[in-house]
């Protein structure tokens, strides 16, 4: 949590994460009475409705959300994060950064860190990392669109 205080020091907002986002609101069919059908419905018509869209443009559902946050927000970077030892959650990441290098301008950092093992954290090398991001995003907004 210090480094998302880090981040906030230095002018820096985050407007969503990616690991436990549960999706957009989805009402099922309300003639549904069951709890476990009910919920079940929904997710499978947001994973549907999510596919579809990303079918169109980049082919992979979890980047096209990303991507539809990037326009709604107008982000102007985008911090990943890798960890080593909850690799459920971030597997894939690489892939999707570089599939949204094609696909947006923003600048992107990727961190990598592990959440149980600590020895090889170094929080100086991390806020350099951090600090070098924000002096690339702060450049990026006042170049010239391309």
Known sequence: MDLLSYFENLGA?????????????????????????????????????????????????????????????????IVMHGSRSCRATTIGQIFYKNVLLEQVTVPILFLESDIIDTRDYSEAQLKAQIDAFVETVAAAKEAPPR
């Open 13 to 77: 907002v985050f407007v969503m994460e990616t690991a436990y986002y549960p999706g957009t609101p989805f009402e099922p069919e309300a003639t549904i009475d069951d709890p476990l059908e009910f919920l079940v419905n929904g997710w499978y018509h947001r994973a549907t409705e999510m596919h579809n869209k990303a079918r169109q443009e980049c082919g992979h559902p979890q980047i096209q959300r990303i991507l539809e946050f990037v326009r709604e927000y107008q982000i102007d970077g």
